[in-house]
């Protein structure tokens, strides 16, 4: 996959052995910990809310089963003050940005609450449209830069994403201005039963960044360590005015694109079985028990204090009402326009004030 | 005071914005060294600085998406769109994203933009130069549609939809960019972005309109009074949306008719819309059935047949006398004053 001019990073091999010199920070062993924790702590949520939808307790949920080591790496790589423009399969990188599970089960249910999050608070709401946050993204990071913050603008879309013009635009837009914003795409290998090789003749999509000034590289997507690395080097780089960066994450999709979708339709078994031997959980628990950091103990009262969490989470999201629904016309404005008031009252005459706790 | 064009309140409103915060950016295409393709920011990033009054690349849904990023962020961006019939590439933006980010995060993040667009017809421009489809936007939730047609109203409502927390799609007649000149004080004064205006009072007929068509409304009212003794009422809606039903409501109690008046094809026009309330709330007011003077539901035409497209003052006379002799048909002998 790898084009012989756009550098490729992996430290950590499917099997867990290491290529290379790794980083001084894969010696940190409260850092790699974290990254651990916060891969099975995606995992174990993505798993609840696909169970969720299926018995008719939530809608349509996108699963990013397998992508784990891609959405913690660089969420991991942020500052708090740094800015995400995230896509609907980021809700992993959310939570390590401190969204709430709650609040992540809010926006999957359709409550618009679960975008209103405590934290971050400048960060995007997910975005469905394909590819559009990109500029969102671009012009934050003029803002942030006109004001002299060193903050970074981080966004992320997947394969299927870069072909759309509004990538190409959003990443012409950084270079002329040399904003402080990374470009993260998610190179799953689908667009729901698009494959990558359909959806670009490019040998790679990091390349594309060529076209108009912005340095492209690849890395292993599902090597946390590598991620976490090239991220936080871009941002470090993108913090110190050196401008955008975007950063190719080659990364499989192991499930459904999502639980409306079937991909056992257009997708070979044999391929998803090849593609499972690579999938970064077992990878990095491989190198923290080599380094004598995890046992089996840890493993288990990780995953137990996890479900706790995420049982917690989801009973707060079963007991609370629905939003009020005169609440759809209160922040279409800032002040209520005079034009809706009576369509206003309309609603609150036909269902009341209260939310009706479905 | 100072004697201005339509254009030149804009360029003086910008500056005005720009002077008291400093969050005011200007983007788009052309916008900088060259003061706009109209000249609507002449001066300005030589004054504010090429940080501050940005020159794009080519490019509308970027011009329109990172708009969205930098409001969110806290600045107050005027992004331009070179012609209206450009401004299509940032509808997506400007549908999924700005009109709805204060609504979909429960008001934590918003969208104070003006988009800027020269729009309709008259200058002879090429194709796609001549588009009125305010309709559009009209159409979309949680958007301001505002349409100033004299300086006056142009600065006071541009300074307004700068200072407005929420997106406005602010559209300048570029027919009449240079054709009046009026006293425009700069006193940093915005105008109320949800009041129609009533230029004219009447009794007989209300005359309904926005934009360039304004002009040729106002001179059909002239007309109608000096030559037919037809007391016609002249309201600017302006401010698309939210509408002001209450004024057009409020006159046409009063006469009892009325003539919509825009450039813009006539199906799903936004006269259309004005009509529809005229007959949900305003029924039994009226004397005659509502008139609409719109252009006509084509492909504006090129340059060499658009005069027979646009609208005329003679229309709108037709329309109103109409209405006004409504059952009967109005001959020009029953109308015509005995001096004139």
């Given at each position: 996959m790898a084009d012989e001019k756009i550098p490729y990073t992996q430290y950590l091999q499917a099997d867990g052995s290491v290529v290379g010199n790794l980083p001084?920070?894969?010696?940190d062993q409260e850092l790699v910990l974290a990254l651990y924790r916060h891969m099975n702590r995606a995992r174990r949520f993505d798993t609840k809310a696909v169970a969720m939808q299926r018995t008719g307790r939530l809608p349509t949920f996108p699963p990013a089963l397998g992508q784990e080591a891609f959405h913690v790496g660089f969420a991991s790589a942020m500052s708090a003050d740094d800015i995400l423009f995230p896509t609907y399969r980021d809700g992993p990188a959310q939570m390590v940005r401190g969204v709430q599970l709650e609040e992540l089960l809010l926006f999957t249910a359709g409550?618009?609450?679960?975008?209103?999050?405590?934290?971050?608070?400048?960060d995007f709401p997910?975005?469905?449209?394909?590819?559009?946050?990109t500029a969102h993204a671009v012009g934050a990071a003029y803002a942030m830069k006109l004001r002299g913050e060193k903050s970074v603008a981080v966004t992320t879309i997947g394969d299927g994403g870069s072909s759309k013009g509004d990538f190409y635009e959003a990443m012409n837009f950084a270079g002329v201005w040399q904003a402080p914003v990374i470009f993260l795409i998610?190179?799953?290998?689908?667009?729901i039963s698009t494959p990558r090789d359909r959806q670009s003749?490019?040998?790679?999509?990091?390349?594309?960044g060529d076209a108009v000034g912005v340095p492209g590289q690849q890395v292993d997507g599902n090597d946390v360590l590598a991620v976490y690395h090239v991220v936080s080097e871009a941002i470090a780089a993108a913090r110190s005015g050196k401008g955008p960066a975007l950063i190719e994450a080659l990364t499989h999709?192991?499930?459904?694109?999502?639980?409306?979708?079937?991909?056992s339709r257009y997708r070979d078994a044999d391929l998803l079985s090849e593609q499972w031997k690579e999938e970064p959980m077992i990878r990095l628990r491989t190198y923290l028990s080599n380094q004598g950091w995890w046992g089996k103990e840890d493993e288990e009262s990780m995953l137990t204090e996890l479900d706790q969490e995420i049982e917690r989470a989801v009973e707060n999201f079963e007991a609370s009402d629905a939003p009020e629904a005169a609440a759809m016309f209160d922040?279409?404005?800032?002040e209520l326009p005079a034009d809706l008031m009576a369509q206003r009252a309309e609603v609150i005459a036909a269902h009341g004030h209260e939310g009706d706790g479905s | 005071m100072t004697e201005v064009t339509l254009v030149q309140a804009v360029s003086m409103a910008l500056a005005r914005a720009m002077e008291e915060d400093e969050n005011v950016v200007l983007l788009g295409e052309d916008v900088g060294v060259n003061g706009g393709v109209f000249r609507a920011t002449k001066g300005l990033q030589k004054k504010f600085g090429s940080e501050r009054v940005i020159d794009t690349p080519l490019a509308e849904a970027a011009i329109a998406g990172v708009a969205v990023g930098m409001a969110a962020q806290g600045l107050r961006p005027v992004a331009e769109f070179q012609f209206m019939g450009f401004s299509y590439p940032g509808l997506d933006q400007i549908i999924c994203h700005a009109s709805r980010l204060r609504n979909r995060t429960r008001g934590r993040l918003s969208c104070p933009i003006v988009y800027r667009a020269p729009y309709g017809g008259g200058?002879?421009?090429?194709?796609?130069?001549?588009?009125?489809?305010?309709a559009l936007y009209a159409h979309i939730p949680g958007l301001r549609v505002v349409i100033p047609s004299s300086p006056v109203r142009a600065y006071g409502l541009l300074l307004a939809a700068i200072r407005d927390p929420d997106p406005v799609i602010f559209l300048e007649p570029k027919r009449i960019y240079r054709a009046v000149k009026q006293d425009v004080e700069d006193d940093g004064e915005a105008l109320p972005l949800d009041l129609c205006f009533t230029l004219r009072d009447g009794d007989d007929v209300t005359l309904v309109t926005w934009g360039a068509a304004v002009k040729e409304t106002l001179a059909a009212a002239e007309t109608l009074d000096s030559r037919y003794d037809i007391d016609a009422a002249v309201i600017?809606?302006?401010?698309?949306?939210?509408?002001?039903m209450d004024t057009i409501l409020a006159s046409v109690e009063k006469t009892g008719r009325c003539v919509i008046v825009h450039?813009?094809?006539?199906?799903?026009?936004?006269g259309a819309e004005i009509a529809a309330r005229l007959a949900e709330r305003g029924l039994l007011s009226l004397l005659s059935p509502i008139e609409r003077v719109t252009g006509y539901?084509?492909?504006?035409?090129g340059a060499r047949t658009e005069h027979r497209y646009l609208i005329n003052e003679d229309r709108i006379i037709a329309a109103a006398r109409r209405a006004v002799f409504f059952p009967e048909a109005p001959t020009e002998q029953d109308h015509t004053m005995e001096d004139a």
């Open positions: 001084e920070f894969a010696e409550d618009e609450r679960g975008s209103d999050f405590q934290v971050p608070r400048c997910q975005a469905i449209p394909i590819a559009t946050q998610n190179n799953n290998g689908w667009a003749a490019a040998p790679t999509l990091a390349q594309k999709r192991l499930t459904d694109h999502s639980t409306a979708d079937d991909a922040y279409m404005y800032a | 200058i002879h421009g090429p194709e796609h130069h001549s588009e009125s489809t305010e600017d809606v302006a401010t698309l949306t939210p509408l002001d450039e813009a094809p006539s199906t799903g026009g936004f539901d084509v492909v504006p035409p």
